[in-house]
T-cell receptor, first 114, second 112 residues
């Protein structure tokens, strides 16, 4: 248990569906991250939030829409996804973003797009 | 950002010491070196971090030579539960954000 929870753990959706992934951290951290891990590929950083403000968007397609209402919660809204978006989506948090702080990862959401 | 090279896979036996070396030839002056462990279908977990020389904690040691162009993660007396992927992560601050760039990692398999 890392103090970072993600729901749902598994999600199957069609290309026309709209769904959301939720991440919550109980560590008192100020920074939160979304990563994507496709099969046989390295983790890819998608978004970074610090004190609820987005500080990084790693050229992610607009069909992925993040939301950070407060420092403890992070959402990833999904719409009109493609089958190649099927992957493990990982959330992480850290104290801040300006130093080499340890990032604590959640267990991930396994997303399958049909 | 520094690019890393580490073995794709390694096999070891229970009770042995395992050393995984990572090269990061163009590491920047302000980069730290961090190692993470990942089990299948789980998020990566922090193991150890260092800047130079040697760092030791309860699970591993990290050796970094003076030129910092490589680092070696040492796992003493591995067990079957150490079977995982291990990532070497030099990180650096760009545009005010400290970032880790994950490579493909080293897949360690511990055999009985």
């Amino acid at each position: 248990e890392t103090g970072v929870t993600q729901t749902p753990r598994h999600l199957v959706m069609g290309m026309t569906n709209k769904k959301s992934l939720k991440c919550e951290q109980h560590l008192g951290h100020n920074a939160m991250y979304w990563y994507k891990q496709s099969a046989k590929k390295p983790l890819e950083l998608m978004f970074v939030y610090n004190f609820k403000e987005q500080t990084e968007n790693n050229s992610v397609p607009s069909r992925f829409s993040p939301e950070c209402p407060n420092s403890s919660h992070l959402f990833l809204h999904l719409h009109t996804l493609q089958p190649e978006d099927s992957a493990l989506y990982l959330c992480a948090s850290s104290r801040g973003t300006g130093e080499p702080d340890t990032q604590y990862f959640g267990p991930g959401t396994r997303l399958t797009v049909l | 950002l520094a690019k890393t090279t580490q073995p794709i896979s390694m096999d070891s036996y229970e009770g042995q010491e395992v050393n995984i070396t990572c090269s990061h030839n163009n590491i920047a002056t302000n980069d730290y070196i961090t190692w993470y462990q990942q089990f299948p279908s789980q998020g990566p977990r922090f193991i150890i971090q260092g800047y130079k020389t040697k760092v030791t904690n309860e699970v591993a040691s990290l050796f970094i030579p003076a030129d910092r162009k490589s680092s070696t993660l040492s796992l003493p007396r591995v067990s079957l539960s150490d079977t995982a992927v291990y990532y070497c992560l030099p990180g650096s601050t760009t545009s005010g954000t400290y970032k880790y760039i994950f490579g493909t990692g080293t897949r360690l398999k511990v055999l009985a």
